[in-house]
């Protein structure tokens, strides 16, 4: 079926819950309908059976459109026959609730430009609910451990190499490694096993040894934290350029991290050479 079938389905199964549908527009909805039975009619026009009654009661209005009532009840799903089926005693509480109200007063101008917002509203559940028409579902935001594998998989300038481990007592059971793109400015450390830290007592900090900078000051990749999960990836954040690394260092720091290391607790290295 395609998308200009679709929309017409969707325009003719609205006029036809509000009564207005003739029998040339009737025998093209069956004949359209027919080509996909998966499309329900029936539940179209209870949902906008359903849009336009909530507007008549949010807005005050006397009366509910007698064809329109009418149209929903006599088309309206057997109960059980769906969702929609679930609300159709509600729908009929409608009608009999408008058959009460003061029949004498004729429809106001506004009144009719408020539903035509609401038919607009049905219009659009109509479109949402016809196959075809639902917008695809958004692809899941990738986890860390698929960046990085994607980031080894694609870069060729990646380098990949593996922690050691120092005698602090935090990485006595480390292990883990680097991931690393230069081109790309952009990495990931895997630790397994290192100690889980409490934010407000210390935390972890990456530094990066560029060859064309000052061995003082090293690049500063970053503050995380180690929880108790098994596993941790953690995405590499330089704040500035790393132009030609020599040696990754993880150290322990006060929370917050610091601007200059005093390299008191080194954990974890890993030289690229």
Known sequence: MSDRDMVRIEELLVDRALGQLGEDQEAELRALL????????????????ELTAALLAEDGLDVMPAELADAIVERAPSAGAGPVSDDLADTRAAKAAASDAAPAAPP???TWVAVSGWIAAAALVVWLLLPGGRPPEPDPEPTLAQQRDSLIAAEAQVVQIPWSATEDPAAVAASGDVVWSTSLQTGFMRFAGLETNEPTVFQYQLWIFDRTRDERYPVDGGVF???????VIVRIDPKI?????TLFAITVEQPGGVV?????RIVLVAPTE
């Open 108 to 110: 106001r101008a506004d």
């Open 241 to 245: 350029e790393v132009r030609d690394p």
């Open 260 to 264: 200059v290391s005093d390299r008191e």
């Open 34 to 49: 027919s080509e996909d039975p998966r499309a329900d009619s029936d539940d179209f026009e209870v949902i906008a059976a």
């Open 225 to 231: 934290d180690i929880g108790p999960e098994g596993e």
